[in-house]
Antibody, heavy 119, light 111 residues
Framework: QVQLQESGPGLVKSSETLSLTCTVSGASVSRYYWTWIRQPAGRGLEWLGR???????DSNPSLKSRLTMSVDTSKNYISLKLTSVSAADTAVYYC?????????????WGQGTLVTVSS | QSMLTQPPSVSGAPGQRVTISCTGSSSNIGAGYNVHWYQKLPGTAPKLLIYDNNNRPSGVPDRFSGSKSGTSASLAITGLQAEDEADYYC???????????FGGGTKLTVL
């Protein structure tokens, strides 16, 4: 069974770079597309982007210039970097994937990690 | 316009039926892309409820059903239970954005 676990600093200063990792267990990171989604407090879900091991990437146009996603096949985790953060980037960040068992619906999610951007 | 619109809130008494709409456009639902639905409880990750418009993953009660027509989709919940109180989100792909869209979410209150 595929399981995902996000980890990160929890607190990031405004204008700095947010870095998160998502450890994958139960499957190789080479197998699926990996997606990052976030939810600001009191607001809805926002798709950030998806990444495949061959480098194929799709990103939310609103974040494209600030967002970098990558995969570490040796350690079996995926990572996200978001530059020049502001208070608007404060959110719970989720990594997720679709295994294909349920079409392209996200059927595997991490538990999420809260990132707060401080001034 | 690339967005999925849901009502902010719906409510119903135990045992009743409620529906949650998800209205899109010709670049997403109307273009034929499938709609998926998630249930989100506070402090937990979203849970897949319906995929490809009207399919339930194993373990999801048949009280939950989905439909799609034109540029809109709906989630129906029958026999409301207190445990159904949660936020519900629709999800589809948008060809203009070349990316995923989520609806704004609907808070279901069981009276």
């Amino acid at each position: 069974q595929v399981q995902l676990q996000e980890s990160g600093p929890g607190l990031v200063k405004s204008s700095e770079t947010l870095s998160l990792t998502c450890t994958v267990s139960g499957a190789s990171v080479s197998r699926y597309y990996w997606t990052w989604i976030r939810q600001p407090a009191g607001r809805g879900l926002e798709w950030l982007g998806r990444f495949y091991v061959n480098g194929a990437t799709d990103s939310n146009p609103s974040l494209k210039s600030r967002l970098t996603m990558s995969v570490d096949t040796s350690k079996n985790y995926i990572s996200l970097k978001l530059t020049s953060v502001s208070a608007a980037d404060t959110a719970v960040y989720y990594c997720a994937t679709y295994t294909g068992s349920h079409s392209d619906a996200f059927d595997i999610w991490g538990q999420g990690t809260l990132v707060t951007v401080s001034s | 316009q690339s967005m999925l619109t849901q009502p902010p809130s719906v409510s119903g008494a135990p045992g009743q039926r409620v529906t949650i709409s998800c209205t899109g456009s010709s670049s997403n639902i109307g273009a034929g892309y499938n709609v998926h639905w998630y249930q989100k409880l506070p402090g937990t990750a979203p849970k897949l409820l319906i995929y490809d418009n009207n399919n339930r993953p194993s373990g999801v009660p048949d009280r939950f059903s989905g439909s799609k027509s034109g540029t809109s989709a709906s989630l129906a919940i029958t026999g409301l239970q207190a445990e159904d109180e949660a936020d519900y989100y629709c999800h589809s792909y948008d060809g203009s954005l070349s990316g995923v869209l989520f609806g704004g979410g609907t808070k279901l209150t069981v009276l």
